[in-house]
């Protein structure tokens, strides 16, 4: 008889289930849409429904269910269970995620940050496998992070620490929605690299293949910035070579408070792979410090975007199953 957690990625758009062995070995994973319209009553039975099917089938073949790990969007109360609430879904204000769901299923149940769960999916079963000590940065919308010590998800005293992407790397830079100027990533997650470039270009008059692009779609994304940059556009070269600048700073700092063996990159931007590592490394090498060699790989995310329902089960089996 094989023992299983249950993980469960709550998204805006859909929720991710999957089943977690004690052999790290992950199974199928199913999708359903996020109920945006019914609140929390909607999204927690969609959850139970998703979660009891695989429950049904690990059943079906004699194996037993340990737990159950939610991964869902900040704010949350980690140690309540509870989610403060998620913009795009109105009624998720306060809902008692954990116990609701765990009472559902019939089974102890964990909530985490999906960030941190993603960071221990990676550490358990992706890029992190071989690391005691790992940092996620994943570079999307904005710049997500968790971190692992000691093979641990750092929660910090008030649940609100491994907030990398809100690292002040330039002192009165650029504004942010959380009130600080200058954080990490305003500077190199996809979206906010994308729109520095779109500012500059029309600040500065640019013209070339970006220019076209935005005057054609009213907007650029990072994809069009790294294919410019590989047809050897100057500009292009310029602004990701600053984005792999700001990003190397926060990796160097990343460093000198937690020596990790690992930085782990995920999330859209890391898709450029290579192209992304290589000029990342040239500033990560030159900002490091001298007394010691770079011995922190950065390595590129395994498991996309499964590593937070991977992530939830392996949170599960941290509190109930080990
Ligand atoms: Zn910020």
Not at 74 to 85: A, C, N, T, Y
Not at 94 to 111: F, Q
Not at 208 to 233: H, V
Request: proline content about 4%.
């Amino acid at each position: 008889m094989a023992r299983h957690c249950i993980g469960i990625d709550l998204g805006g758009t859909a929720i991710k289930f999957g089943l977690l062995g004690e052999d790290r070995r992950f199974g199928e994973i199913i999708q359903r849409p996020t109920p945006t319209d019914r609140g929390a009553d909607g999204v927690v039975e969609q959850m139970i429904a998703g979660g009891q099917k695989l429950a049904n089938q690990a059943a079906e073949e004699g194996d037993e269910i340990v737990g159950v790990g939610i991964g869902a969007p900040g704010p949350l109360r980690i140690s309540e269970g509870v989610i403060v609430g998620m913009p795009n879904i109105p009624g998720m204000e306060n809902a008692p995620l954990r116990d609701r769901v765990g009472e559902g299923l019939g089974l102890p149940a964990v909530l985490e940050n999906d960030a941190n769960a993603a960071a221990l999916g990676e550490f358990l079963c992706g890029a992190g496998k071989a690391a005691r000590n790992m940092v996620l940065l994943t570079l999307g919308t904005g710049l997500g992070s968790g971190i692992i010590v000691e093979g641990e998800i750092l929660h910090g005293a008030h649940e609100m620490g491994a907030e990398i992407g809100h690292m002040v790397v330039q002192p009165e830079g650029e504004e942010c929605g959380c009130g600080q100027r200058g954080c990490l990533e305003r500077y190199c997650s996809a979206k906010f690299l994308a729109r520095r470039a779109a500012r500059r270009i029309k600040a500065e008059g640019v013209t070339g293949p970006l220019d076209e692009t935005l005057e054609d779609k009213g907007e650029i994304n990072s994809l069009d910035i790294e294919r410019a940059r590989e047809a050897g556009d100057a500009f292009a070269a310029e602004v990701w070579d600053e984005a792999a600048y700001y990003l190397a700073l926060g990796c160097v700092n990343i460093c000198r408070i937690f020596d990790p063996d690992e930085i782990v990159l995920g999330g859209g931007l890391a898709g450029a792979g290579e192209a992304l590592t290589g000029p990342l490394m040239g500033h990560f090498e030159r900002l490091h410090w001298s007394m010691a060699p770079v011995v922190t790989k950065i390595a590129i995310a395994r498991l996309g975007n499964d590593a937070g329902v991977v992530g939830a089960a392996g949170v599960a089996w941290r509190a109930c199953g080990e």
